[in-house]
């Protein structure tokens, strides 16, 4: 069965730095999320995108922010100057394009800020 | 603003017991689903619907929209199915409930 796939699975970064989360949405899906889960929180939506735009997004998608398609499959989110607070689990997902259809999430980035 | 609220927050059960896990949103929504998040962090996404009833295996699904309220089953629970269950409605984008933390103990 199709999956989306996230890259890193860990990432260490230093407070300040940018860093890239990558994801490969499953291939026919048009409709791609990003979410965040604070350790021991709940699941927060932060972005949706669709045709190359963001289609909608959260309080917490500040301009610190940016996601992007840059080719036919990966997905990105894009964190510049991260902060400690950043440090969460981000997950990817997608869907198909016809009418209103479940996500299909992938296993999740865990960020860690130091 | 839409709100989720899952109940139990954490459920222990013998292998073999009937689970339900219930979930009640307040205001309409297109959709709801339930997810099931595994130890390690992945999620998984088990149903998504918008009226009735869907069964996968032993899984059940209900809603009523009227009573804005859905709820889970599990029969015949087994210790694989421990995990943590989120229901989360369609409100525009996704809104999540806290989550309710199923152990099922041989």
């Known amino acids: 069965e199709p999956e989306v796939t996230q890259t890193p699975s860990h990432q260490v970064t230093q407070m300040g730095q940018e860093v890239i989360l990558r994801c490969v949405p499953i291939?026919?899906?048009?409709?791609f999320y990003w979410y965040r889960q604070i350790l021991g929180q709940k699941v927060e939506f932060l972005v949706s995108?669709?045709?190359?735009?963001?289609?909608?997004k959260s309080e917490i998608f500040d301009d610190q922010f940016s996601v992007e398609r840059p080719d036919g499959s990966n997905f990105t989110l894009k964190i510049r100057s991260t902060k400690l607070e950043d440090s969460a689990m981000y997950f990817c997902?997608?869907?198909?394009?016809?009418?209103?259809?479940?996500?299909?999430f992938g296993d999740g980035t865990r960020l860690s800020i130091l | 603003k839409n709100e989720v609220e899952q109940s139990p927050q954490n459920l222990t059960a013998q292998e073999g017991e009937f689970i339900t896990i219930n979930c009640s949103y307040s205001v309409g929504i297109s959709a709801l689903h339930w997810l099931q998040q595994h130890p390690g962090g992945g999620i998984v996404s088990l149903f998504m619907l918008s009226s009735g009833k869907k069964k996968h295996g032993r899984l059940i699904a209900t809603i009523n929209i009227q009573e804005k309220h859905s709820s889970l089953h599990i029969t015949a629970s087994h210790p694989r199915d421990s995990a943590v269950y989120i229901c989360?409605?369609?409100?525009?984008?996704?809104?999540f409930g806290t989550g309710t933390r199923l152990q099922v103990f041989p």
């Open positions: 995108f669709y045709n190359n735009e963001i289609s909608e």
């Open positions: 997902a997608s869907s198909e394009p016809r009418g209103s259809r479940p996500q299909h």
């Open positions: 291939s026919n899906h048009l409709y």
């Open positions: 989360a409605v369609r409100y525009g984008k996704l809104i």
